[in-house]
Structures are given as structure tokens and as C-alpha cells.
Nanobody, 123 residues
Framework: VHLEESGPGLVKPSQTLSLICTVF??????????WSWIRQAPGKGLEWIGY???????YYSPSLKSRTSISRDTSKDQFTLQLTSVTPEDTAHYYC????????????????WGQGTQVTVSS
């Protein structure tokens, strides 16, 4: 399976960050996967933002829950991230990934990851 992130590289403060992950070679309804969003700011570790499961259940990191929404389009094998009211602290490299439940939240990469996309929040 191959995952590919797309979306704007520059977002203004207070606006909404929107990213799409397109999955090639595997359906996002395939059992027992967590279709995840992760970010990594310069000099920091992985921060797991949340996921949408194969059945459509969503989970969000408590620290980002109030600003995060993850949805999917099963007809296109895509899932999306929306992060509202962004600030410069949201500047990071954003990844989408397909992971098993036991691999969610790890400090290292497991499963299948996209190459990531840089998002900068700046006016």
C-alpha cells in the first residue's frame, strides 16, 4: 500500500489546516487498521493527532481534540484531516499512516507511512 498526503504548505494563523491522504493499493475499509495522522515539529518527536478506523470510528488526541476532525471518502480511498484555529505552534511535517492498533501512538514508525508534507503556519 502507498499513502500520499496533499494540501497547502502554508496556512495563515486562525485558519483551518486541511490535508488529504490518498491510499493506493489498499481499501481504507480493510479490517483492523487505524488510518492515522501524525505530525513532527522541528526537533521534536512524533505527535499522534488521531485516526479513523476501518469501520469509521474516530479518535483524537486529547490535546488536539477540540480543534481536530478526521473524515473519509471510501469511494476514493481518501481520509482527511482538518485542524482549526491554527497557530505557528502547529507548524510541522504532517504524515498519514496505516497502522495496526498496537502500533498506534508509538515513538517510532511502524506500519505504512506517506512521505509527509510540510505545513507552515505564518501570516
Amino acid at each position: 500500500v502507498h499513502l500520499e498526503e496533499s494540501g497547502p504548505g502554508l496556512v495563515k494563523p486562525s485558519q483551518t489546516l486541511s490535508l488529504i491522504c490518498t491510499v493506493f493499493g489498499g481499501a481504507i475499509t480493510t479490517n483492523d487498521y487505524y488510518w492515522s495522522w501524525i505530525r513532527q515539529a522541528p526537533g521534536k518527536g512524533l505527535e499522534w493527532i488521531g485516526y479513523i478506523s476501518s469501520s469509521g470510528y474516530t479518535y483524537y488526541s486529547p490535546s488536539l481534540k477540540s480543534r481536530t476532525s478526521i473524515s473519509r471518502d471510501t469511494s476514493k480511498d481518501q481520509f482527511t484531516l482538518q485542524l482549526t484555529s491554527v497557530t505557528p505552534e502547529d507548524t510541522a511535517h504532517y504524515y498519514c499512516a496505516r497502522v495496526r492498533g498496537q502500533d498506534y501512538g508509538l515513538e517510532y514508525r511502524a506500519g505504512d507511512w506517506g512521505q509527509g508534507t510540510q505545513v507552515t503556519v505564518s501570516s
